[in-house]
């Protein structure tokens, strides 16, 4: 009996090392993107002019036709906002196709019909396309509506977003190289400073827009385009196969399939194209969720694609640690579990020293992204010192958020039956908007209880630790126990707001 306990405690400190180890790596892959962004970061990938930042020589008299796609689904509160935006785009009437394609079921058909009869009195070219079903979602829609475009070049804008006027302008340009089959514009944010959850979601964002994407494709890598804010060849979608809805990710599966079929695609991180973030942890934790499920779909469609493909060994492995990243979720939920029987075992085993390995993924994970995101906030905000405070809280949500996101991983490798779950926009521009109690406000009075739970089993992890004097173990436990504990307390606060 005692041999065979000695065997299961040695798996399972044995595993949880392993486990540690594969954290590490994707720890260390934020370090490599930086020092990616700070080595090409002035260096353009290709020596074409039309690569470069674009002029104010483009020639409106010869520009070509745009077709403009707002895909829609009960947006009642900005859809007016967005058919704003885009028809106030500086670029020739004659010239700018815009396309509405509203899959919507309730008054947002109203506000549509309104903004668009206001606009075609005005001489613009806008449609509203509405569709007999919602068959394959946001991919649906944008193929369905692709197919009765005039333009040779799709630009895309989700509800939450407002073109500047010069949109056009800044990304044209570039399609002078006939390899380019995409353009990606950077992320803003009108409504950052609302609350400290949009805090943290501006921080994500701008350091996988402004760091990863500036490293990926100046170093001649991979990178996708993000669903919106971006502009398409209309012969890149359709040579790569179109829009599908296989994933929950039809943005990052074309992309991928566009690139492996030979086109090229330029980032423009100096033109910002603002959007609202998600002002409620439930649109937040849906929205995580779609995204980390649609990665783990693509990777498991494309990854064999992309390994049999003549392409650069570097190439190969960025892509492959950017589509299975958000398998670090699910490692994390995995370490957050064995935590306790390790800490109870590792005497017996005589592997004490694990807190050692617990102390260097410690700093391979927290500290890499600490920094990651302090190089993002210093090359784009003056004052950046003092968001240098909202870092805590950052790691405290991608703690947090393993949880649900570690479901969404496991949804994806199993293939289970998804659903594309909006994210609810507001229209909330400042601090005294609010979005209680709203049209599509969430409530889930449950929703905090598998984070309380992972909360007070950290808790009790931690406790056991500082017991049996693992001293180094603690920093790595604490990320836990605060973590968890930060996403339950929102989570049940924003449950019981819209009650």
Known sequence: MDTILNWVAISIVGFYAFLLGLLMLYGLHRYWIVYLYWKYRKKSPYQDASYQKATPSFDLHDSPVVTVQLPLYNEFYVAGRLIDAVCSLDYPKEKLEIQVLDDSDDATVDVVKGKISFWREKG??????????RKGYKAGALAWGLERAKGDFIAIFDADFIPPKDFLHATLPYFKNK??????????HINADYSLLTRVQALFLDGHFLLEHTARYRSGAFFN???????WRKETIVSAGGWSDRTLTEDLDLSYRAQ???WKFVFVPYFVCPAELPVDI????????????????VAKYLLRDLWKASLPLHTKIEATAHLTSNVGYLLTVLVAVLLLPTLLVRERVGWMHVEFVELVTFFATAISIAFFYAVSLREIYPNWKWKLKDIPALLSF?????VSNAKAVWEG?????FEFVRTPKYGICNKFDSWVKNKYSQSNYRSWLPYTFFAT???LSFVVAFNSKNWFSLPFIFLFVFGFSYVAGLSYVHSHKNQ
Do not use: D, E
């Open 124 to 133: 613009f070219h806008i449609h509203h396309l509405m569709r007999p079903t």
């Open 179 to 188: 390899q380019v089959g995409m353009v990606q514009t950077r992320w803003g």
């Open 225 to 231: 385009f993000n669903g919106t804010a971006g502009i």
């Open 260 to 262: 492996l079929t030979g």
């Open 282 to 297: 439930h649109a937040f934790r849906s929205q995580q969720k779609r995204w980390t499920q649609g990665a783990i779909q």
């Open 398 to 402: 991608g703690i947090g958020m393993c």
């Open 413 to 417: 490798l199993v293939g289970t039956h």
């Open 457 to 459: 089993y950290s808790l």
